[in-house]
């Protein structure tokens, strides 16, 4: 198995992840390394939009995560030197083009770990006060809805900016799935610290998804949800013919999500993967208080009925009782197994 000597950045402190000479060296070597950017990225990128940033200051630049060349397309696109906050243990340890990533700047992050994310803002903010940029994905990770232009965010960049007193710059990148053109567009620097904290999250989203709804209505065909299901489908299974096995796509329902999700998953496995890593989706953040189904299920569950609330309640709980029946029977259905006869 590949190791690329960089696990050791998984347990590095704000002290010495990197050097301040390190620093300084990035971002004279930044001009050299957006050229070999540029000639190792496959797609062709369409930079569409870019605010005049000021060259005596930094930012703290925010982007949506969605495909596989991504990361590198927008490091291309900043005009200077950003170290990326990486959330990818598996390919930090063995895919040998991390190294790449190592040799930007970059701050590793184990998102399902409270005291590594508030580390990562005390690294994040030691180089924004060196002078340098930061380059996140405040979504949490690839976005796998089908019905959100941007996933809620973080508050990570709220926090950032506000202890440093620094702007954001929103950036979108787009790739529609089986096309070679990627388009790029950076909103104006926002001044974040200036609102309270979850207004700052709502009033980036709503710029970043606004500049997403831009690209997509420019350089994609509105279809009709048969049509896109029927592409999405096709899709599928000749990426399963190449692999030489279609029969678990045969068992998948008529269901524009279920194929939405194989897509997504194609795009995961474009890479080389060491470890089960489809289950990315556990680092969404749900946004402020926002009730999830889950929590609706969970306070059902605890609810005591009562003479005083039967009337209301009786039926929702009877509901709920037999959901829960059901989808125990089809578990045992599915997962035990079965007597011969």
Same mark, same amino acid.
Request: aromatic share 10%; proline share 3%.
């Given at each position: 198995?590949?190791?690329?000597?960089?696990?050791?950045?998984?347990?590095?402190?704000?002290?010495?992840?990197?050097?301040?000479?390190?620093?300084?060296?990035?971002?004279?070597?930044?001009?050299?390394?957006?050229?070999?950017?540029?000639?190792?990225?496959?797609?062709?990128v369409h930079i569409e939009q870019y605010p005049k940033l000021d060259k005596n200051k930094n930012y703290?630049?925010?982007?949506?995560?969605?495909?596989?060349?991504?990361?590198?397309?927008?490091?291309?696109?900043?005009?200077?030197?950003?170290?990326?906050?990486?959330?990818?243990?598996?390919?930090?340890?063995?895919?040998?083009?991390?190294?790449?990533?190592?040799?930007?700047?970059?701050?590793?992050?184990?998102?399902?770990?409270?005291?590594?994310?508030?580390?990562?803002?005390?690294?994040?903010?030691?180089?924004?006060?060196?002078?340098?940029?930061?380059?996140?994905?405040?979504?949490?990770?690839?976005?796998?809805?089908?019905?959100?232009?941007?996933?809620?965010?973080?508050?990570?960049?709220?926090?950032?900016?506000?202890?440093?007193?620094?702007?954001?710059?929103?950036?979108?990148?787009?790739?529609?799935?089986?096309?070679?053109?990627?388009?790029?567009?950076?909103?104006?620097?926002?001044?974040?610290? #200036?609102?309270?904290? +979850?207004?700052?999250?709502? =009033?980036?989203?709503? @710029?970043? &998804?606004?500049?997403?709804? $831009?690209? !997509?209505?420019?350089?994609?065909?509105?279809?009709?949800?048969?049509?896109?299901?029927?592409?999405?489908?096709?899709?599928?299974?000749?990426?399963?013919?190449?692999?030489?096995?279609?029969?678990?796509?045969?068992?998948?329902?008529?269901?524009?999500?279920?194929?939405?999700?194989?897509?997504?998953?194609?795009?995961?496995?474009?890479?080389?993967?060491?470890?089960?890593?489809?289950?990315? #989706?556990?680092?969404? +953040?749900?946004?402020?208080? =926002?009730?999830?189904? @889950?929590? &609706?299920?969970?306070?059902? $569950?605890? !609810?005591?009925?009562?003479?005083?609330?039967?009337?209301?309640?009786?039926?929702?709980?009877?509901?709920?009782?037999?959901?829960?029946?059901?989808?125990?029977?089809?578990?045992?259905?599915?997962?035990?197994?079965?007597?011969?006869?």
């Open positions: 198995m590949k190791s690329t000597g960089l696990k050791k950045y998984e347990y590095s402190t704000v002290e010495n992840f990197t050097t301040d000479f390190g620093m300084e060296l990035r971002k004279l070597f930044n001009p050299i390394w957006r050229n070999i950017l540029k000639v190792a990225i496959h797609k062709h703290i630049f925010v982007c949506n995560h969605s495909f596989d060349e991504d990361v590198i397309s927008i490091l291309r696109t900043i005009d200077r030197n950003v170290y990326v906050l990486n959330g990818s243990a598996d390919q930090t340890e063995h895919n040998p083009a991390f190294l790449a990533l190592w040799l930007n700047g970059m701050i590793y992050v184990d998102r399902k770990n409270d005291n590594s994310r508030k580390g990562a803002i005390d690294k994040m903010n030691r180089v924004l006060q060196n002078g340098n940029s930061v380059m996140l994905f405040a979504e949490g990770s690839y976005n796998n809805t089908e019905n959100r232009l941007i996933m809620p965010l973080f508050n990570s960049p709220y926090i950032m900016s506000k202890d440093n007193n620094i702007e954001v710059v929103p950036v979108i990148a787009f790739n529609e799935f089986g096309d070679d053109n990627i388009y790029i567009r950076a909103g104006e620097p926002m001044k974040l610290y #200036e609102y309270e904290k +979850y207004e700052a999250g709502k =009033v980036l989203r709503d @710029q970043m &998804a606004t500049i997403l709804y $831009d690209i !997509i209505s420019e350089h994609t065909e509105l279809k009709s949800r048969n049509k896109l299901f029927q592409e999405m489908r096709n899709v599928v299974y000749k990426e399963a013919a190449k692999k030489g096995d279609t029969t678990y796509l045969d068992k998948l329902p008529n269901d524009l999500r279920d194929y939405y999700m194989e897509l997504r998953k194609l795009a995961y496995q474009s890479q080389e993967w060491h470890g089960d890593v489809w289950d990315e #989706e556990i680092t969404m +953040y749900s946004g402020h208080n =926002v009730t999830t189904p @889950q929590d &609706a299920l969970t306070y059902i $569950d605890n !609810i005591k009925v009562s003479k005083e609330n039967a009337a209301i309640l009786a039926k929702a709980i009877i509901r709920r009782e037999e959901d829960k029946h059901y989808d125990l029977k089809n578990y045992m259905s599915e997962n035990m197994p079965q007597s011969k006869k």
